[in-house]
C-alpha cells in the first residue's frame, strides 16, 4: 500500500451518504447508495449518462432532497435542503458551465447576496477586493483579473471565479462536474493544478468525468456508478481502465481497433487555398475514400471554421472546393447534403437537434422528400424501418421511436444526429466533435462505427479537441493554429507531444506531403 493510500485510511471521513435512495415517477435514479468522501481525497465518480451520478450529486448540493436514507457530514447527520444550505454548510459545486452574472465583475460575482459592509451598512468594496485577492492566492492563481466583467472571461476563468467563491465560504467539500469539457489543454492542467493545492489543504474533491485518462491521472479512488447503484470502489492506482469501462457498461466491450490504413487513390474532396479572414488562411488539403482524417488544434485555430466553410455555413471568401475533381460552389449546408456531405454540428443541443419533436423525425428528417408519396404524404412504414434499422445499428437506447428526442441521454442524442446522416449514405462525412460529453461506453461504439464507415468507403473528417481520440481513430492528423495549417501527421509518425508542440505554434514537422 502506497503512502498516498495509507493517508485516506487514517484521515477523517468529510461526507458520507448511506442508503440513499431516489424516484421520479416510479423510475429509481438511486438504489441505497452508499459514498464516503475522505479529506485532502479526490473521489472520482463515474459511469455512464443515467447512471445516477448526477442525481446524487444534486442531493449533496441541495438542488434535490433524497427519498430515503442518510447524509453525514464531519460526523453530524444533516439535511441539506437547498443549495444556499449546502453553500453555507460548505459544499461547493463547480459546473460544467459557470452559472454567474455576467454583467457583473468577477468580485461583485464572488460576494453576491454577502456583501462585505463597513460600519455605515455600505459595501466595502475595497475590503471584496482584498478579500478575493487572498482566495486566488490561496490557490496560486495571479489576481489580475478581480475588477474584469465575468461575461468577458474565458469559461476557464470562470470556472476558476466559482473555485473563489467557493473558498470565500470556507468549503470543505467541492464537487466538479465534468470540469474540463469545455477548457482548453492548458486551462485543464491548471485546474489541476488548483485541485492539487486543495488537496493539500484538505478539501475533499468529488470529481465527475466522462475522461478517463484525467480520472486516473488525478483521483485517489474512483466509485463506478450503473442504474442507480454502486457498481464498485477502488484505489485509482489498483483497477484497470478496462475494468472501471466493463463495471460502467455492465458488459465486456469491444474495444475499437485501428484498421489497415487505405490506399490512396483518387481525393474524393480536395480543399484548395481556403481563405476567410481572420478565422483561416490558406487551408488546402486532401480527403480520401475511406480515410479518417483527424483536425486537431486548440480554442481559435479556425478547425471548426473550415468546416462550416466547406458546407457552405461560412463560405471562404477565397479558394475552391472540389469534390471527384470537379469545382463545387456550396452556398448551403442541404446543397452540400445534395452533393453527399454531411455535417454533424458541435453543438447537438442547439445545432443538431430538434428537441420539442420525436426521435423518428430527428432522424429521418434528412431523407423526408425520398420517403413521400404522391409527392406529399410520408409512407410511415419506410421511414419506420429506416429509423429502426439505424438505432439499431448504432445501438440507441429507446423505448420508442416515437418520443422527444429530448428523452434521450446525451450519449444516445448524439447517436441520434448521426443516425440522421448515415440515413442520406453520404459519401463524406464530417464529425465535429462526435463525442464531446458522452460515457465512455457510447464513445467507443461510436468509434466503432467510424471504423465500420471507413472501411465501407466513407471519407471521414473528425474535428476533436481531445487529442487521445485523434491520436487513436485517425488515419492522418492535420493540425491548425491560429488560422493557418502547421503540420501533417500520418497516424505511425504523430505522438501526443509531437503534435501538440506544432498546435501551439512552436517548430514542428511542417506541412508534409499528403499521400
Not at 475595497?126 to 489580475?144: H, I, Q
Not at 464507415?453 to 476533436?464: K, W, Y
Amino acid at each position: 500500500m502506497d503512502t498516498r493510500q495509507r493517508r485516506l485510511r487514517t484521515v477523517e471521513t468529510i461526507l458520507s451518504a448511506a442508503g440513499i435512495s431516489k424516484s421520479f415517477g416510479g423510475v429509481h435514479a438511486l438504489k441505497g447508495v452508499d459514498f464516503e468522501l475522505a479529506a485532502g481525497e479526490v473521489h472520482a465518480l463515474v459511469g455512464e449518462n443515467g447512471a445516477g451520478k448526477s442525481t446524487l450529486i444534486k442531493i449533496f448540493s441541495g438542488a434535490l432532497r433524497p427519498d430515503s436514507g442518510r447524509i453525514l457530514y464531519l460526523g453530524k447527520e444533516v439535511e441539506i435542503s437547498a443549495p444556499r444550505v449546502a453553500q453555507e454548510m460548505g459544499i461547493a459545486t463547480v459546473y460544467q458551465e459557470p452559472l454567474l452574472y455576467p454583467e457583473l465583475d468577477v468580485v461583485e460575482n464572488i460576494f453576491m447576496g454577502r456583501e462585505i459592509t463597513n460600519r455605515y451598512g455600505n459595501i466595502d468594496y475595497r475590503e471584496e477586493l482584498s478579500r478575493a485577492r487572498t482566495l486566488f492566492e490561496m490557490v496560486g492563481v495571479d489576481p489580475n483579473f478581480l475588477v474584469e466583467k465575468v461575461g468577458r472571461l474565458s469559461l476557464g476563468l470562470n470556472q476558476l471565479v466559482l473555485i473563489a467563491k467557493a473558498l470565500s465560504y470556507k468549503s470543505r467539500v467541492i464537487i466538479f462536474d465534468e470540469p474540463t469539457a469545455i477548457l482548453t489543454e492548458q486551462e485543464a492542467r491548471r485546474l489541476f493544478e488548483i485541485i492539487g493545492r486543495l488537496k493539500e489543504q484538505g478539501v475533499g474533491i468529488i470529481y465527475i468525468s466522462h475522461r478517463l485518462e484525467e480520472v486516473f491521472q488525478i483521483a485517489d479512488r474512483i466509485t463506478v456508478m450503473r442504474d442507480g447503484e454502486i457498481k464498485g470502489t477502488f484505489p485509482a492506482r489498483e483497477v484497470t481502465r478496462d475494468r472501471i469501462v466493463e463495471l460502467m457498461a455492465g458488459r465486456s466491450l469491444r474495444s475499437s481497433v485501428r484498421r489497415a490504413r487505405p490506399a490512396y487513390g483518387k481525393p474524393v474532396l480536395s480543399v484548395q487555398g481556403f481563405t476567410r479572414r481572420p478565422q483561416y488562411f490558406d487551408v488546402s488539403f486532401d480527403l480520401y475514400p475511406g480515410e479518417i482524417l483527424g483536425f486537431f488544434g486548440l480554442v481559435g485555430s479556425g478547425r471548426t471554421e473550415v468546416a462550416l466553410g466547406m458546407i457552405g455555413i461560412a463560405p471562404p471568401r477565397e479558394g475552391s472546393l472540389l469534390l471527384d475533381d470537379r469545382p463545387v460552389n456550396i452556398r448551403a449546408p442541404f446543397e452540400a447534403l445534395d452533393l453527399g456531405i454531411a455535417y454533424l454540428p458541435e453543438d447537438r443541443k442547439t445545432q443538431g437537434l430538434f428537441n420539442i419533436l420525436s426521435i423518428r423525425y430527428n432522424i429521418s428528417v434528412s431523407v423526408l422528400g425520398r420517403l413521400k408519396r404522391l409527392g406529399f404524404l410520408v409512407d410511415r412504414d419506410r421511414e419506420a424501418e429506416i429509423c429502426n434499422r439505424y438505432s439499431a445499428e448504432l445501438s440507441i437506447k429507446l423505448r420508442n421511436i416515437n418520443n422527444l428526442v429530448s428523452s434521450l441521454s446525451g450519449g444516445n442524442q448524439q447517436k441520434v444526429v448521426l443516425a440522421r446522416w448515415l440515413a442520406g449514405s453520404p459519401r463524406v462525412l464530417i464529425l465535429d466533435e462526435p463525442t464531446r460529453g458522452i460515457d465512455v461506453a457510447s464513445k467507443e461504439e461510436i468509434h466503432n462505427k467510424i471504423f465500420d464507415l471507413a472501411s465501407r468507403g466513407v471519407a471521414i473528417m473528425v474535428i476533436s479537441s481531445e487529442l487521445p481520440e485523434i491520436l487513436k481513430i485517425s488515419d492522418r492528423i492535420i493540425v491548425m493554429h491560429e488560422g493557418r495549417m502547421t503540420g501533417i501527421f500520418d497516424r505511425e509518425s504523430a505522438t501526443p507531444e509531437g503534435v501538440l508542440r506544432v498546435a501551439m505554434g512552436e517548430a514542428g514537422t511542417g506541412i508534409q506531403n499528403q499521400g
